[in-house]
T-cell receptor, first 115, second 115 residues
Framework: GDSVTQMEGPVTLSEEAFLTINCTYT??????LFWYVQYPGEGLQLLLK?????DKGSNKGFEATYRKETTSFHLEKGSVQVSDSAVYFC??????????????FGRGTSLIVHP | NAGVTQTPKFQVLKTGQSMTLQCAQD?????MSWYRQDPGMGLRLIHY???????DQGEVPNGYNVSRSTTEDFPLRLLSAAPSQTSVYFC??????????????FGNGTRLTVT
């Protein structure tokens, strides 16, 4: 079945440092890929997405490129802020037989940014 | 639009008690789902529904029931609470249709403690 693997956290950085959170996936079809962010005490919210190979999703300074050849969707940001401290989830959505889908999530990576 | 609304935000139950976690969405989404979030385990799918009158089991359905009598509501019932059900529960919805790569919209969660 489909699966998503994320690097374990927590990732601890100083403000303005470069961020990379690795995500790799296995899927039987041609999935769409997502990054969600969860701030403390809240539900997940969509950060960015990419729907086909070589697409780049971007939002709020974060970027991720859909790499089919390496089955990866790594999240990057050039200069993190304290307000980026949160848990980040990589996810995929694959069209299953019958026309329905069930999203698959990674386990999440906690990011802590110090001033 | 309110989005996805979950009630209550917090709940404490004694072992053996039953309760219903409420979830409502006002976006006319066909797909609705329940997840539980536990430390180190990420998000695990409990039950999901692809439309009114249709429900199916996810990864961890035991001890939980759902029904989908309307498009808007998707309640989760705990039949006889156990300490292993202590968790944070999230309801999520999405447009299904032909746009299968639509992202999920999450509620803010219900934090449940079973003593």
């Amino acid at each position: 079945g489909d699966s998503v693997t994320q690097m374990e956290g927590p990732v601890t950085l100083s403000e303005e440092a470069f961020l990379t959170i690795n995500c790799t996936y296995t899927a039987t079809g041609y999935p769409s890929l997502f990054w969600y962010v969860q701030y403390p005490g809240e539900g997940l919210q969509l950060l960015l997405k990419a729907t086909k190979a070589d697409d780049k999703g971007s939002n709020k300074g974060f970027e991720a490129t859909y790499r089919k050849e390496t089955t990866s969707f790594h999240l990057e940001k050039g200069s993190v802020q304290v307000s980026d401290s949160a848990v980040y989830f990589c996810a995929l959505s694959d069209l299953l037989t019958g026309g329905s889908y069930i999203p698959t999530f990674g386990r999440g990576t906690s990011l802590i940014v110090h001033p | 639009n309110a989005g996805v609304t979950q009630t209550p935000k917090f709940q404490v139950l004694k072992t053996g008690q039953s309760m219903t976690l409420q979830c409502a969405q006002d976006m006319n989404h066909e797909y609705m789902s329940w997840y539980r979030q536990d430390p180190g385990m990420g998000l695990r799918l409990i039950h999901y529904s692809v439309g009114a009158g249709i429900t199916d089991q996810g990864e961890v359905p035991n001890g939980y029931n759902v029904s989908r009598s309307t498009t808007e509501d998707f309640p989760l019932r705990l039949l006889s609470a156990a300490p292993s059900q202590t968790s944070v529960y999230f309801c999520a919805s999405s447009y299904r249709g032909l746009i299968y790569n639509s992202p999920l919209h999450f509620g803010n969660g219900t934090r449940l403690t079973v003593t």
